[in-house]
Nanobody, 115 residues
Framework: QVQLVESGGGLVQPGGSLRLSCSVS????????MAWYRQAPGKQREFIAG???????NYADSMKGRFTISRDNAQNTVYLQVNSLKSEDTAVYYC?????????WGQGTQVIVSS
């Protein structure tokens, strides 16, 4: 059974940084495209970044510059580094598989940016 578990969220001050992790079990993350999304209170879930099995990354235009997606195939984990956090980054951050073997969503990790 494939499972995605996000971690690394929490309360952070504006201007701070976080590294979110998405640990995958049940299959190999190296053979799948993966992505990060977020959903802010009262808003629709939005795409942040994706990474192919070959390691090529792409970002939503509004997310370029402060977000970096990466993967560690040995750890079977995908990461999202977020820098210069702003209050509008407050959201639940989700990891998702884009296939071919991982298509699930994780349960999400909450990020709150507040002083």
């Amino acid at each position: 059974q494939v499972q995605l578990v996000e971690s690394g969220g929490g309360l952070v001050q504006p201007g701070g940084s976080l590294r979110l992790s998405c640990s995958v079990s049940g299959t190999f993350v190296s053979t799948n495209a993966m992505a990060w999304y977020r959903q802010a209170p009262g808003k629709q879930r939005e795409f942040i970044a994706g990474i192919t099995g070959g390691g090529n990354a792409n970002y939503a235009d509004s997310m370029k510059g402060r977000f970096t997606i990466s993967r560690d195939n040995a750890q079977n984990t995908v990461y999202l580094q977020v820098n210069s956090l702003k209050s509008e980054d407050t959201a639940v951050y989700y990891c998702r598989g884009l296939g071919p073997h991982i298509t699930q969503w994780g349960q999400g990790t909450q990020v709150i940016v507040s002083s």
